[in-house]
């Protein structure tokens, strides 16, 4: 299983331990005939709005900022590699 690391931490008390949400747009579509709503339906087309927001996990902080760069830019390029249950493998 690869290990994802991410460069980040609250600038409040300095935890690494954060929740992030990631927002997107997505579609309701309503189909109108004669000015009565025949149905509604959800879409499957999500767009990305690179809007990232943060909420620290850390000592009971809770403090939340939104941040300036999406989650593959915080993404560190270093990962690591946990093998299995007891199994054997390089990390």
Not at 30 to 55: D, Q, W, Y
Request: charged letters at 30%; glycine letters at 6%; hydrophobic letters at 25%.
């Amino acid at each position: 299983m690869s290990e994802r690391r991410f460069n980040i931490k609250c600038p409040r008390c300095g935890s690494r331990d954060v929740c992030l949400a990631e927002q997107f747009t997505v579609w309701d579509d309503h189909t109108i005939r004669n000015g009565v709503l025949i149905e509604t339906h959800a879409t499957v087309r999500p767009s990305v709005t690179n809007r990232l927001v943060a909420t620290c996990d850390g000592r009971g902080c809770d403090y939340q900022w939104t941040l300036r760069r999406s989650i593959h830019e915080i993404e560190t390029e270093e990962r690591s590699t946990t093998p299995p249950d007891g199994a054997k493998g390089e990390r």
